[in-house]
């Protein structure tokens, strides 16, 4: 199913360029949509570096108009796919692709073809897109890893993680059990934030609540800091940057450095490098309209325009 997908992107990426002898771009009766009227103003913020992952398109779940409003109005010289951007589990169940799933995949090969490095490193959710690393799909560069180096030269391992989750790689169908536990806790959470909506209260994610507040889910976090710190370090990397666990999170240990860089599920984050070599978490729940802002955060009114997103400046690079 992802293969097809991407074979399908590359397809429409080469026929929609300007240059193409095509020249011009498929019709929906062709199976693929037209490409959406980009009318954003000038990118508001240049980074050396953007990590995302745990996108999860294809999933009722995605926050697809944050992460488009995200890139629209970001720049960077690489852009990091860190895993989990195609749910390929969900896709197997039912497929769900409304058009801003389609307008995120254009927007990343736009970038591509603009001269923006791209590179995925599938994760378990789109893991059938990992037989085809080594290849490129649009100007995107499919890989099992990579490494980034920081304006500092530092060294850092991008891996989605899911290797040194004990429960995919021991226990298998227990993951597919979480994950419809999960996929239920993403509805409920969508529940309680529409009434958080007309209560004029802002964005609440239910399940980082609850990853924050259970034990075991705190010590499966750090069990899976530590496997993926002592790898990084086993391969004489300086650090390592991830997703899988849907928590954003930079921390130093020991003089290695862990980045996470969340998800466009729950917390609605990535990890960039600033130009100066900072990393950052970037928390993106408001929704930034090129002309005005708005005043809610809505599933349902997602057109509507929110103040400038937090950004925290965890550590240096």
């Not at 307008?103 to 599938?122: E, N």
């Not at 996929?183 to 994610?205: A, D, K």
Request: glycine content about 8%; aromatic content about 10%; charged content about 25%.
């Amino acid at each position: 199913m992802i293969g097809r997908l991407l074979y399908r992107w590359s397809a429409w990426d080469a026929t929609a360029r300007p240059d193409s002898p095509a020249g011009r771009v498929p019709s929906q009766a062709g199976g693929l949509a037209p490409p959406p009227v980009d009318q954003t103003p000038a990118p508001t913020q240049h980074y050396r570096a953007i990590f995302i992952s745990d996108v999860h398109l294809g999933t009722r779940g995605c926050k697809a108009s944050y992460l488009l409003d995200f890139l629209r109005h970001t720049e960077s010289d690489v852009l990091y796919l860190v895993g989990d951007i195609i749910d390929g589990w969900a896709l197997k169940k039912n497929v769900h692709w409304p058009q801003a799933h389609n307008d995120i995949v254009q927007k990343v090969l736009r970038k591509a073809r603009k001269g923006t490095r791209v590179v995925y490193v599938p994760g378990n959710h789109d893991e059938s897109a990992r037989q085809f690393a080594g290849l490129h799909f649009g100007g995107i560069a499919i890989r099992e890893d990579d490494v980034h180096t920081t304006a500092s030269g530092r060294r850092l391992w991008v891996v989605h993680g899911d290797f040194a989750d004990g429960v995919m790689r021991h226990a298998r169908w227990l993951a597919y059990v979480g994950d419809a536990a999960y996929e239920f806790s993403l509805w409920l959470n969508h529940q309680l934030n529409r009434v958080r909506v007309r209560l004029g209260r802002p964005y609440w994610s239910l399940s980082q609540y609850l990853k924050h507040r259970v034990k075991n889910a705190v010590s499966f976090i750090f069990d899976f800091e530590q496997v993926l710190l002592r790898e990084a370090r086993r391969h004489g990397y300086d650090g390592v940057v991830c997703g899988h666990i849907h928590k954003a999170e930079i921390r130093d240990i020991d003089g290695m450095t862990y980045a996470n860089d969340g998800d466009w599920v729950e917390s609605l984050t990535a990890l960039v490098e600033t130009l100066d070599g900072h990393l950052q978490i970037v928390t993106w729940d408001r929704l930034r309209a090129p002309a005005q802002a708005g005043v809610r955060w809505d599933d349902e009114n997602e057109a509507a325009g929110l103040p400038a997103p937090r950004v925290t400046e965890e550590t240096a690079a």
